[in-house]
């Protein structure tokens, strides 16, 4: 088995025995980037020299006896949207191909402090702004599993990173659906934190709106689910410059073994490979001891419509003039899709969408106290073709349609988990957990007894 393969538990373990250096593991990685992401594009700039520079340091440290962090020597990627000191956060955008940041991201930062090695930094969509992720700047990214294939987005680059081997943990960022979705189309996992777990802003442009505030957050993506719990153990420690950050365990109190299920949701069908994803992870969990009711489960459809008015508020107010100058033709098209679907008109809407947010987080969270795990879809659909947003307006609504899931729960700030169960046809399946508010324990708990491990494609 070559290096790369190995996951980012069994590498820390091997580092940590001195049966690998870190300088090994980096450029095993750096070879596996070499030779496959010239068909993938998934990384769109490499770390090279500086992370052959912080393995050396990580050896050093090691033949010292210095104490190192949880991810001592692992090779991760971080996603190009995010600030890394030294390298341009463009977020997918020629606007932005100078803005080279001075101060690391909190996130970026505590993957350092762990000990990771980033070796690249992962391509996104234009403006972050898609779940699928091509851009005039970095270019189209391919999905490893199957190129007619969607990667997702806007964490393509992340997710077909890791799929194919180029470092073992990604990052990624989540407003609706960017880590969760990414990872469903690429075959692997993907933890979207709730709210204020991961800390994280850029220094290098301005706060962002209310609505993103609220509802985008950082999280990992991995091959494994103990590879997600590393990677959400190192990515949590609190950092007082985001001020949603909060400082809360990782592992909460003892909870009640009960399962609301819900396999369609707001009366959308869902493709049957979907349903007998659902139903199979749905028996291993029963079969652990744990107590199935099939709910109906809070309202999702308003939650997407008053996220949505959110989005184009704040599109409108901020970034309107920068798709028209920014001139990539698949973000004009998407955002005047948007458009049609929610018009922002007035500031009412954002008063009544704050509002609205209030009532719906109140009723998920007693929803959630009487039933600590929820099994849903990822997505009403199995992973898109490629560029399908691109089709017709109708296949545009369709997919809105189809990520309900995606749009609606990031809107109360929730967790949420998709595990792959199953890759052997021409795009993979699988389901999506969902939580309480820091209660991310839960859904890795029960993505353990439901997840198969899944080599590098």
């Known amino acids: 088995m070559e290096i790369w393969q190995l996951t980012a538990t069994e590498l820390r373990q091997k580092i940590s025995k001195g049966e690998i250096s870190a300088r090994e593991a980096t450029e095993s990685h750096l070879s596996r980037m070499d030779q496959v992401n010239g ?11 500086e992370a052959l520079q912080e393995a050396d340091v990580i050896d050093s440290k090691l033949h ?24 341009a956060t463009t977020n997918g955008i020629q606007l932005q191909k100078d803005l080279v940041a001075k101060i690391d991201n909190p996130v970026v930062n505590n993957l350092r402090k762990a000990g990771a090695i980033i070796i690249g930094r992962t391509n996104t969509p234009a403006f972050s702004l898609r779940w699928f992720t091509r851009n005039t700047i970095h270019g189209h990214t391919k999905n490893p599993l199957n190129q007619l294939v969607t990667p997702g987005g806007s964490s393509g680059g992340a997710a077909a990173a890791v799929a194919a081997g180029i470092g073992t943990i990604g990052h990624g960022t989540d407003i609706a659906g960017s880590i969760r979705y990414p990872a469903y189309a690429c075959g692997i996992h993907g933890l979207r934190p ?58 909460g109190k003892p909870y009640l073994k009960r399962i609301a299920f819900c396999n369609s949701p707001e009366g959308i069908k869902v493709a049957p490979r979907i349903e007998k994803a659902l139903l199979s992870a749905l028996k291993k969990l029963e079969q652990a001891g744990w107590e199935v009711d099939e709910v109906k489960i809070p309202p999702l459809r308003s939650a997407m419509e008053n996220q949505l008015v959110l989005w184009m508020a704040e599109m409108d107010e901020s970034a309107k003039h920068l798709v028209r100058k920014e001139n990539d033709p698949d973000a004009i098209l998407i955002y005047d899709r948007l458009r049609k679907i929610s018009e922002y008109r007035n500031p009412d809407q954002i008063m009544g969408a704050l509002q609205e947010r209030a009532n719906l987080t109140r009723q998920w969270k007693k929803f959630l106290f009487d039933y600590p795990l929820l099994l849903c879809p990822v997505s009403c659909s199995l992973p898109f073709d490629d560029l399908q947003d691109l089709k017709s307006e109708g296949h545009f609504e369709k997919i809105i349609e189809d990520q309900i899931l995606q749009i609606g729960l990031p809107f109360m700030g929730l967790p949420g988990l998709t595990v792959t169960t199953d890759r052997n046809e021409d795009r993979p399946v699988g389901v999506q957990l969902v939580a309480s508010h820091f209660r991310e324990d839960i859904l890795l708990d029960a993505a353990k007894l439901i997840a198969p491990r899944f080599d590098v494609i």
């Open 64 to 87: 010292k006896g210095d104490e190192l962090g949880a991810l001592a020597g692992v090779p991760v990627t971080v996603k190009i949207n995010v600030d890394q000191r030294g390298y």
């Open 39 to 49: 068909k993938l594009n998934a990384v769109a700039e490499s770390c090279e020299t």
């Open 194 to 251: 709730s709210l204020g777990r991961v800390a994280a802003h850029n220094f290098s442009g301005p706060d962002r709106f209310i609505g993103a505030q609220l509802m985008a957050v950082s999280g990992p993506l991995a091959r494994n689910i103990e590879d997600l719990e590393l990677g959400i153990e190192v990515m949590a420690n609190h950092d007082h410059r985001d001020p949603w950050s909060v400082d809360m365990p990782l592992k």
